[in-house]
């Protein structure tokens, strides 16, 4: 059985459209594999706390040496591991915000880059360790930056994923929803062309 994982990262709770998009994205993979498991993870609802002492003691302690506390914060980080090793396609809504992604994104790749369990050094150099997977991007912007040097937003999550190893990633995009209804409505329309040739 297929499993999707959905991954909402937009600041705001209501009316995102990254969030609708990722939506309507997840349908029509639902359609194509009927049966598919959905996992929703929603990055403002449940929001991670951002890299600190806390945070980074948890991760470069050795297991048997953790308080408590950093056994509780390293199970959090290993849950979300799990859940995305879990699935066979992974859903990103990114929306671009300040040329960059949400720092909602940012942080939940903080808590899942992790050496030795997502990635790995060798004598080749790194090594991702999150594999076989196929990944979505939908990224709305107010502008126009697909294909342009101040897309700094594209070249990142490539990087990033690859980084972990996945490298099978597609990216959708609904740009100029900023500049006006006919520019917006163009963009949606093209980001659904996308979403329906999927």
């Known amino acids: ?14 009316g995102a459209q990254s969030t609708l998009l990722v939506g309507e994205l997840t349908a029509k993979l639902q359609q194509a594999n009927p049966g598919a498991k959905v996992v929703s993870r929603d990055l403002q609802s449940a929001p991670l706390p951002h890299l600190d002492d806390a945070v980074l003691g948890a991760f470069f ?13 390293a199970a959090r980080s290993e849950a979300l591991i799990a859940e995305l090793q879990a699935a066979d396609v ?3 809504g990114a929306p671009l915000y300040n040329f960059g992604v949400s720092s909602q994104l940012k942080t939940y790749f903080d808590w899942i880059a992790r050496a030795g369990i997502t990635f790995r050094y060798g004598a080749q150099g790194p090594e991702g360790l999150v594999t076989g997977k196929k990944v979505f991007v939908v990224a ?13 937003q594209t070249p990142y999550l490539r990087t990033f994923l690859g ?6 990633v597609t990216f959708i995009y609904a740009e100029g929803l900023n500049m006006g209804p006919e520019a917006q409505s163009a963009g949606l329309a093209n980001a659904r062309d996308a979403i329906a040739a999927v």
Do not use: K
Not at 61 to 73: H, K, L, M, Y
Not at 163 to 168: C, R
């Open 140 to 152: 709305p912007r107010g502008g126009l930056y697909a294909g342009t040097p101040n897309d700094s």
């Open 1 to 14: 059985m297929t499993t999707i994982l959905q991954i909402n990262s937009a600041a705001r709770s209501q």
């Open 90 to 92: 992974v859903v990103i």
């Open 61 to 73: 302690t050795p297991a048997e040496q953790r308080t408590p506390e950093q056994q509780a914060i």
């Open 163 to 168: 980084f972990l190893g996945m490298t099978d």
